[in-house]
T-cell receptor, first 111, second 118 residues
Framework: EDQVTQSPEALRLQEGESSSLNCSYTVSGLRGLFWYRQDPGKGPEFLFTLYSAGEEKEKERLKATLTKKESFLHITAPKPEDSATYLCAVLGYSSASKIIFGSGTRLSIRP | EAGVAQSPRYKIIEKRQSVAFWCNPISGHATLYWYQQILGQGPKLLIQFQNNGVVDDSQLPKDRFSAERLKGVDSTLKIQPAKLEDSAVYLC????????????????FGDGTRLSIL
């Protein structure tokens, strides 16, 4: 059964303090791993898709990386506006696969 | 480009009552999804449409939930009768591609309907 586990559940950082969020996954043949950002009261907003181990993608202060078992979302010199819940989702190749989201990491950046 | 529109934003009903949610996807998007997001959890896929056909409804509780996408554009999700455990945010999303590439495409989400069951 496909599974996604995100850690930590919550993370509080000082502005400018870099860190990483983890997404561990189990899937029978990875078709894609997705990162989304979700603000309170809003729907998730797409950030990245990663397809194969070794792939990296960047957007402003965010960089996503992928291995065969996990993905990291690195945030460099975060600002208060980066505060949000970050969701990871995976999709496998099997015919029974459907997109599965993790429970997210609540990131809070203090000024 | 207008985003995914959902209504209502909030709904409060008593258990055993019925409720319906509406979604209008981004124009031209072939694939439409409905998700249930319980507080503190990630979204859980309920049903996926491609144009007006159902691709996946394996996680839809069919004894009480139903969904349709007439004419391959907007969609409604209905719960009848509602249970306490149905309290959640119901999210609609759409993606551009159809066919085998639909799952790879970024999904664009609406802001959801927050349902409270008393």
């Amino acid at each position: 059964e496909d599974q996604v586990t995100q850690s930590p559940e919550a993370l509080r950082l000082q502005e400018g303090e870099s860190s990483s969020l983890n997404c561990s996954y189990t899937v029978s043949g990875l078709r894609g791993l997705f990162w989304y950002r979700q603000d309170p009261g809003k729907g998730p907003e797409f950030l990245f898709t990663l397809y194969s181990a070794g792939e990296e993608k960047e957007k402003e202060r965010l960089k996503a990386t992928l291995t065969k078992k996990e993905s990291f979302l690195h945030i460099t010199a975060p600002k208060p506006e980066d505060s949000a819940t970050y969701l990871c989702a995976v999709l496998g190749y099997s015919s029974a696969s459907k997109i599965i989201f993790g429970s997210g990491t609540r990131l809070s950046i203090r000024p | 480009e207008a985003g995914v529109a959902q209504s209502p934003r909030y709904k409060i009903i008593e258990k055993r009552q019925s409720v319906a949610f509406w979604c209008n996807p981004i124009s031209g998007h072939a694939t439409l999804y409905w998700y249930q997001q319980i507080l503190g959890q990630g979204p859980k896929l309920l049903i996926q449409f491609q144009n007006n056909g159902v691709v996946d409804d394996s996680q839809l509780p069919k004894d009480r939930f139903s969904a349709e996408r007439l004419k391959g554009v907007d969609s409604t999700l209905k719960i009848q009768p509602a249970k306490l455990e149905d309290s959640a945010v119901y999210l609609c999303a759409s993606s551009l591609a159809g066919g085998g590439r639909a799952a790879d495409q970024p999904q664009h989400f609406g802001d959801g309907t927050r349902l409270s069951i008393l």
